[in-house]
């Protein structure tokens, strides 16, 4: 968003996650230089957050405190956090984004509980049945776009065609691309052609009357080659995919740290690549990616990683303006529109695709 | 397998692969130093292996050639290939396990083609309806075996319970775990407990009469941490996951290759370096790996990558005497035997595992 004189209200739950209220208002303060434009309702105790106020002044200028002494804790069940929950921080900062008293909500807290209280206080946009969680991944080309990342453990290939929609919308958005490249996540045994509602959402997405860009079938190893911007698949796949990656990322963390620590001589080559060695760091550095979006809600709900540090809260600050500056669920709506008649042929899949041999 | 004056006759689909014949031959003399007692039925074109094996005349000592010209192609369709392949390599090597002139079958070509001969010829073990591909996975305590990676793309409780069968099998075969640990993969999120299948597959395990060391739900990060032994999930899952990691290690290899080719200093830290990177690389060497079995048919078929050179060719050859050895068909047998009567409850998944909440 370009700096301007607008007040753009971003609601912050500020006592959710690992490091609240202290990374929220310090991920606050730095979202302020750089987007001064916005403005922060701060759903809190007034008690706790006062006082911290008091040491960032700039903040304190651009944020009004909505008191609350009720939180939603890092395990509580989403179910009981809906029935229990309804005057907490998580509560009241999603409620004033349906009020329309904020552009947006983010929070660190307990991501079920997000979810849950995100789909109940702001319901789906029209034509949407199934929100899906959207992120960032790094690729050899840049970054791309992946949802589902669990939202839902099964979706249809309606499901799918919508979230290649919505994850579109994201990545205009978020990374400025004009035409994302849509990929469909599948395998690519010779054998097997995937599953059938990876197939036939394939078949609506060629269809579609939308403006979309539709590579095609993508592989798992396609991810981080970013071989398109936006990689479509279920919340199970999605979800998995991600931390697959997240847990082969950190093994090869640890073999390096050993590796350099392993001999004096290795030590110093280690201290003389530091530098490029920082740079390959910062290239991996999750929190520059930090800010999940529930995608196909009637507002624009970013969730933040629990444990951010303040660097990376401003990020996931960052996603909401941008989410809010480009209009995204305008967007989507528009889409979904033009897409309006568009229903799964209910013929049988192989009348769909009749695979030649 | 220890070495001994055993003939443990081993297939070679001798025309398989990128390489072929030339690696398949150079990593069957490899083999032939590490397990002295096998010897190799090769199938191919003599005329083409026989001025190979002059040069090699210890393989050539312990091989018989068995003639053909037909090769399948790594582009042929599997459909086509079984229909159209009779009397090429890879069939005859797979046909020469099911009439017991060899123990086992390894071959670098086309995985989809494989897969469908082999099932078509050795058909499956008693008890088991569907086949898996379980291949090693490098953790931070040493390797994990996963499956399925590929063979299916939906798998429904009972296939999961059995998958986890085979897996147990192959990881006390190939890893020499006398109880290895069982982990059923599944997504994470507080909100969602996971597929039905994944669940009503857990319930299984709980009451299995079957000697498993089962651990419970895993997430993706799970794998590579190394939290168990085996990995359990659907073919689509698996190969995703496995593919989405090797694309998260190469994006992480070729910023590191970028990084130390940035500056003389980085370069130089590289050098000083060179030896404790060089561990790293070896850790992460896939060919050391190389193998993956086509699990629960009726005899031993391991598929070698495609790209495969002679040191990873030699490795896939260890891995199918090592199931030889292991005697693995007969364990999974006995396992199945065990759980006969078990099946999978016919009510509804709620009455199986009713949530509290």
Redesign the interface.
């Known amino acids: 968003m370009a700096p301007g004189k607008l007040q753009l209200p971003i609601a912050l739950d500020a006592m959710g996650g690992d490091n609240a209220p202290a990374c929220v208002l310090r991920g606050a303060e730095m979202a302020l230089i750089r987007h001064p434009g916005i403005r922060f309702l701060l759903f809190g105790n007034r008690y706790i957050l006062e006082p911290l106020l008091v040491g960032i002044p700039v903040l304190k200028g651009a944020s009004t405190i909505v008191h609350t002494e009720a939180v939603i804790a890092g395990?509580d069940?989403?179910?009981?956090a809906v029935r229990r929950g309804r005057g907490s921080s998580m509560w009241l900062s999603i409620e004033s984004v349906k009020e329309g008293q904020s552009c947006a909500i983010v929070s660190a807290g307990?991501?079920?509980?997000l979810?849950?209280m995100s789909k109940l206080i702001l319901r789906t946009l029209p034509g949407i049945s199934r929100p899906a969680i959207a992120a960032l991944f790094?690729?050899?080309r840049g970054e791309c776009v992946m949802l589902d990342l669990?939202a839902?453990?099964?979706s249809d290939a309606d499901d799918l065609y919508r979230f290649a929609i919505m994850g579109d919308a994201f990545a205009r958005a978020v990374l400025g691309l004009s035409r994302p490249r849509i990929g469909l996540?599948n395998?690519?045994?010779?054998?097997?052609k995937?599953?059938d509602e990876v197939k036939a959402a394939a078949q609506l997405l060629k269809a579609s009357a939308a403006d979309l860009n539709f590579h095609g079938f993508v592989?798992?190893?396609?991810?981080?080659?970013g071989t398109v911007d936006v990689v479509v698949?279920d919340?199970?796949?999605g979800?998995?995919?991600?931390?697959?990656?997240?847990?082969?990322?950190?093994?090869?963390r640890?073999?390096?740290k050993?590796?350099?620590a392993?001999?004096p001589?290795?030590k110093?080559?280690?201290?003389?690549?530091?530098?490029?060695?920082g740079?390959?760091k910062d290239?991996?550095d999750d929190r520059k990616r930090n800010g999940a979006m529930f995608l196909g809600l009637n507002g624009i709900a970013v969730k933040s990683h629990g444990g951010a540090d303040a660097y990376s809260f401003c990020n996931a600050i960052s996603v909401a303006v941008e989410l809010v500056a480009h209009h995204i669920n305008t967007r989507i709506t528009e889409e979904i529109t033009l897409t309006g008649q568009l229903q799964l042929p209910s013929a049988p899949l192989d009348a769909i695709e009749g695979e030649p041999?």
Chains 1, 2 share one sequence.
């Open positions: 395990d069940k989403p179910s009981i307990n991501t079920g509980a979810m849950a790094p690729t050899l669990g839902n453990v099964e996540l395998v690519g045994s010779e054998e097997l995937g599953r592989e798992g190893n396609d991810i981080a080659e698949t919340g199970f796949t979800n998995v995919a991600l931390k697959t990656a997240e847990g082969a990322a950190r093994l090869i640890t073999y390096l050993e590796a350099f392993s001999s001589i290795a110093a080559g280690g201290l003389l690549a530091a530098g490029a060695l740079a390959v290239k991996l041999d």
